[in-house]
Structure formats: C-alpha cells, structure tokens
T-cell receptor
Framework: NAGVTQTPKFQVLKTGQSMTLQCAQDMNHNSMYWYRQDPGMGLRLIYYSASEGTTDKGEVPNGYNVSRLNKREFSLRLESAAPSQTSVYFC?????????????FGSGTQLSVL | AQSVTQLGSHVSVSEGALVLLRCNYSSSVPPYLFWYVQYPNQGLQLLLKYTSAATLVKGINGFEAEFKKSETSFHLTKPSAHMSDAAEYFCAVPPPHSGNTPLVFGKGTRLSVIA
C-alpha cells in the first residue's frame, strides 16, 4: 500500500540547473497537488491537477511547470533553479467525490539550490 | 477569502502538561475545519475534522478541538503531552467554492515536548 510516492527524497542543485520532481499515487485519485513548505510560511500551493489532462496554477506558480502525465503521475519541473526555490516539496492527492480533508500526502522532497 | 490564523509558530510544553494550539478562522463560518499533523520527515496526516454536527471534536492520539463561533476559534488541545506529540500542526479550512481546489492551510505551529 504505497499511497503517494515522491522521488527523490533529497536533491542539491546549483543555480540555473533544471530538474523534475516525480510524484505517483496508486489510489486511483483524480486530483493531485504540489505544495512547497517553508519555515514560517506553512504550506503554499504551487500547482494542482483536478483530473488527467488538466492543470491549474496555485498561489506560487512562478518558476515551476507541471505535467499530469497520466492519472497516476504528476511531475513538477524547475527549468532554471534559483536559491529562492530551496524548500521542502510535497505532493498530495484526493479521490473523486471525496471531500477536501481526504488529502493524502507524500513524504516530501528536500531541495537545496546553491 | 476564507483563511485561518495560527497564533504562535512554536509552542513548547513539558511532558504531561496541557497542550493548547490556537487557530482562528476569518469572519464567515466555514462548513468544515481541520487539524493536520506533520511528524518529522513525513507528510501531513489528518488529525481531526469539525463539521456542524458537534462543536467538540475528538481526534487521534488524545487530541480534541472545540469550535467556538463567538470567538471564531478552533483551538487544539490535549490534556497531557507525550514526547511523541512533538510535530508541526496545521489548521486548515476549505476555500469558499471547494470543487477541486484544495484546503487553505495556516502557517503551522511547531510543538516541542520537553522531558
């Protein structure tokens, strides 16, 4: 019972490098989300996908792109990483017809941009 | 827009002492309110949920929260702290038009438990 799986767990990048954070869920959920967590800022929504083939911006989308590859997978891409993107990133998912509290979170990706 | 405010980014209590984590919602009464917990190096987990059915809500691990409309509050309490309660706690509220948009989270309160 894997739930929501994020890879990698840790990553160090140099400014300007690119990378993709991977997220996959095995619960047949329709909606998926990417958050970033910073000290004193709580969780901020970057992008979300209500269903396969759709994506929408959240509160802090600048500097990121997303792809909902299929129902299972929702990736987050940093095209040119900046130190301001140093953060812990969480992916979450929710099933169709379930209410908002039934968010399932991955264990996070800790990203440092030097 | 609906929002929640958590008072105190860090709370420290002694083991066995009362835990009180504060959350206030914005003026309009939300249909639901939630507390989530994040243990070190893990994602968030639902701790408890308020609906209009009962103002006092019991959650996992001995936590409970009371909805007080007169104070626009939904504070989280536990009578006796345990070392394993050390975590970050988030209050959350659904957006005005839920649909597929996710919860709005507070900034979080880190709870430390001292032996």
């Amino acid at each position: 019972n894997a739930g929501v799986t994020q890879t990698p767990k840790f990553q160090v990048l140099k400014t300007g490098q690119s990378m993709t954070l991977q997220c996959a869920q095995d619960m047949n959920h329709n909606s998926m989300y990417w958050y970033r967590q910073d000290p004193g800022m709580g969780l901020r929504l970057i992008y979300y996908s209500a269903s396969e083939g759709t994506t929408d911006k959240g509160e802090v989308p600048n500097g990121y792109n997303v792809s909902r590859l299929n129902k299972r997978e929702f990736s987050l891409r940093l095209e040119s990483a900046a130190p301001s993107q140093t953060s812990v990133y969480f992916c979450a998912s929710r099933g169709h017809g379930t209410t908002n509290e039934k968010l399932f979170f991955g264990s996070g990706t800790q990203l440092s941009v030097l | 827009a609906q929002s929640v405010t958590q008072l105190g980014s860090h709370v420290s209590v002694s083991e066995g002492a009362l835990v009180l984590l504060r959350c206030n919602y914005s003026s309009s009464v939300p249909p639901y309110l939630f507390w989530y917990v994040q243990y070190p190096n893990q994602g968030l987990q639902l701790l408890l949920k308020y609906t209009s059915a009962a103002t006092l809500v019991k959650g996992i691990n001995g936590f409970e929260a009371e909805f007080k409309k007169s104070e626009t509050s939904f504070h989280l309490t536990k009578p006796s702290a345990h070392m394993s309660d050390a975590a970050e706690y988030f209050c959350a509220v659904p957006p005005p038009h839920s649909g597929n948009t996710p919860l709005v989270f507070g900034k979080g309160t880190r709870l430390s438990v001292i032996a």
